[in-house]
């Protein structure tokens, strides 16, 4: 938990950037509840909802907190434990001492809460809360708004009446939660260091024969030692072609590409998110180091132009052309690369964007609608495949986390897919693509960068070895030890 | 996954029971989804819900399947994948194929599931479902049959007219999955030897001036290595008094004892439950040898009376006067046993039961309501604090599996508060336990049993050291290593 003055300020920011907007009524926050995994009590490890660890500090389940637009009034809703809950869960700090730790003086227990958003509805006061990322919040503001499900997880504006998510606090909140503070920025590159142990584990594991669940076993553990656990789902397979393969029952042969994608989440739970992919072997052959090459081109490009007043959507672009140029060299492609650009040829071999933002959530934010978070209001989303998966589109500005994670995948059922439906036949040479790269795989490198004044820096506090020489020299030192 | 005529066998075992317990109409049951953790798409480790295992056995998210009671029937309820869904999760098998290799011959998408129900509930007929864990199934079912939150959580007879989980239902299950089939046993014992690693892996980690969650990392890591996860939320702490701690931010200090409670689930879903209390330097100091040893003689008692015809009860109660004794020994109570088991008096030192029912769930079945899981229909749950918390107490059957889980504690605000209530005030040294026992912590010990014909089996491959001299042991072997 950062200082008291530290969630001061940011509400102190909202209720100023509610005011100009127009917003009346209360803002309402609901934190996480546990998450029962296979019953009722046996939960997953308990994760704050990110906006209340934001805006409130409190990083434990049950809490509740409103902020009163008009009169600047807050307060934490929350119960206190009893002789059971202490045999259970130990001495627990009161309510009231954790809420004066958040900078804030007044707590009621948690049934006040719902009253208290009562009473204000019933005086036709606005209830502004955001979309709700977990089903039990989901049933509790349902339950107290009378909304829908759709409803909740959906932010509009709350001229129209109001049961639903608010798109005037999503606003306030994306525009604070996205420019990172110091004290954050240091979060964040404590959140790099665990991914850089955690991917060193991993290519350390990385030997033939082994079970790839055996690996990402030794590479979460270090997450778990060091951190809160893993910002996501850890992707590592041999079939890197698959964008979010979380089937990790392979075994590392030789010749093979192992994809990891995997972050950490520090203790105080900001994430982290890099890529590697590593030849099982130790040596890249000539066919996986052209490829490589050309997607570590585009890695190191966007770093080198992500820089305040350039939009990342430009930047997606550029990485965009240059691969093109790459792949047409390699006999992949053919033709003008403007044309290919203005068609979204490049989306068959990357279906994705070159990154998005990151924060307290490693898609930081997503679920207060993409559009509104990674898109200025002047900027449409595209309909092709790949940019128009671009999850960060915003023109750059100082303390802007993005990831940087640009990829090459043969994906055999996509290519079936375009060229039965004829997609940029001119351009793609599919003749060869089925016949030499059907079992290539995937490659993605992936770094998080912090937007500077001048242009931008990589998180953390150390870069994993990222050029082909450069993994091919850590894999042949890993052997040695 | 088994081979399909395990579930086969386990439907039509279902069926033949319902039909004898006279419950007509359909069995419904709902896999689980994703559950997101921070936003909606970044979800915990997907797990399968565990009677959705048992008779349907596919383990993916998206699943529902009912059974006609009447006619016998079966049909499984889900979506087939499209492109966009095989570029970022790779080939799937097909429903169809999935629902084969459960023994099942037909499947529909999964729009059909509410189709198929509301049908039938148009005509009258019963719906009995198994009582939610997820709130998002809660939800569904919520939906579907018009029911209360609290009604769907709670199962209930059926002959009232239904809209709430069904006890018929609930009562046919937890026979079945009471008793552990030989492919079941088999999965135990694996998900008891990464238990063992991972225990392993504790113990060799615990090194003075290591914090706690350095330690949680290194054995959480083995049995991602190993198995799906861990079966529950690990606990380890020095402050083994609190019964589920889970923060993890002490450093290892000299004189302390180290408990882990902490288990395996295999990559089938079977779980494991152990427990051991270190003393962090590598040797007991005699006071906590002393208490070390009553434990260890509650839970070798256990393992030695647990068997067919007995009671767990029993077994709780037996273990209980053999620790009463100790604790006489000690100086800890004083007076006649018979008097302090009427009383209750080792709830002070002991707040929880000897054990509880263990399978896919570490606490098997536990949302099914303790008392149809844990109890037989003669018999009534105390009221005291300690065997009012036992989970287990049936008259034990081969293939039954209870943990065996004796500890001592010595709880601050417990204590003050009994001694406040004039509680067991003449059979308590309420002197020695404030002036001496108040920073002492507390042991716990814990095994797995498989009860057998004649008796029972500790599942795993191999014990980990339990009494004083083999932990000490093992200590001192890891040291030199």
Redesign the interface.
């Known amino acids: 938990m950062f200082e008291s003055s530290v969630y001061k300020n940011r509400r102190s920011a909202l209720l100023a950037g509610m005011a100009e907007s127009g917003a009346r009524g209360l803002a309402i926050f609901l934190g996480n509840t546990e998450?029962?995994?296979?019953?009722?009590?046996?939960?997953?490890?308990?994760?704050q909802?990110?906006s209340f660890i934001y805006f409130w500090g409190i990083d434990c389940p049950g809490f509740a907190a409103i902020l009163d637009l008009e009169s600047g009034c807050e307060c934490i809703y929350a119960d206190d434990v009893d002789?059971d809950d202490?045999?259970?869960?130990?001495?627990q700090p009161s309510v009231a001492s954790r809420s004066a730790l958040a900078g804030v003086e007044k707590s009621k227990p948690f049934a006040a809460f719902a009253e208290d958003v009562k009473a204000a509805m019933a005086k036709g006061r606005a209830i502004h809360h955001l979309p709700t990322?977990?089903?039990?919040n989901?049933?509790t503001v349902a339950a107290l708004t009378g909304a829908s499900?759709e409803a909740c997880?959906r932010p509009s504006s709350m001229t129209d009446g109001g049961r639903h998510a608010s798109l005037e606090l999503v606003r306030e909140v994306v525009k604070l939660r996205l420019i990172k503070e110091q004290c954050e920025i240091e979060e964040l590159d404590k959140a790099g260091e665990i991914g850089y142990l955690m991917h060193t584990a991993a290519r350390r594991n990385c030997r033939l024969g082994v079970v790839e669940?055996?690996?990402?076993?030794?590479?979460?553990?270090?997450?778990?030692?060091?951190g809160w656990g893993v910002s996501?789902?850890t992707i590592l397979s041999q079939?890197g072609?698959?964008?979010?393969?979380?089937?990790h029952d392979g075994t590392v042969t030789d010749g093979r590409l192992l994809l990891v994608d995997a972050g950490a989440e520090s203790?105080t739970h900001y994430a982290s998110d890099y890529t590697r992919t590593y030849p099982t072997g130790g040596r890249f052959t000539p066919k996986q180091r052209e490829i490589y090459d050309i997607v570590y081109a585009g890695n190191e490009l966007a770093a080198g132009l992500a820089a305040p007043g350039m939009t990342y959507r430009d930047v997606h672009l550029a990485v965009a052309r240059v691969m093109l140029e790459g792949l047409r060299e390699a006999g992949l492609v053919r033709g003008n690369i403007d044309d290919m650009i203005a068609e979204g040829t490049l989306g068959m071999f990357m279906?994705h964007g070159l990154g998005h933002n990151m924060g307290?959530?490693?898609?930081d934010?997503?679920?207060y609608g993409e559009i509104h978070v990674g898109y200025d209001d002047d900027q449409v989303r595209s309909p092709q495949l790949g940019l128009g998966n671009l999850r960060m589109a915003r023109r750059l500005r100082p303390g802007h986390v993005v990831t940087d994670e640009p990829g090459i995948y043969f994906?055999p059922?996509?290519i079936r897919?375009w060229k039965t439906a004829g997609k940029s036949l001119e351009f793609i040479n599919y003749d060869r693509l089925e016949k030499e790269y059907s079992d290539f795989g995937g490659i993605r490198i992936e770094d998080d960068l912090l937007i500077t004044e001048n242009g931008c820096r990589r998180l953390g506090f150390r870069r994993l070895p990222a050029s082909a020489a450069e993994v091919e020299e850590a894999m042949a030192k890993d052997r040695e030890e």
């Open positions: 998450a029962p995994m296979n019953y009722r009590g046996n939960d997953y490890k308990f994760r909802d990110s002789i202490i045999v259970w869960m130990g001495p990322s977990r089903y039990y989901n049933m499900y997880t669940q055996e690996i990402v076993g030794a590479m979460e553990g270090v997450t778990l030692a060091h996501f789902t079939h072609e698959t964008l979010h393969n979380h089937h203790n279906p307290l959530d490693v898609h934010m997503e679920d994906i059922a996509l897919d």
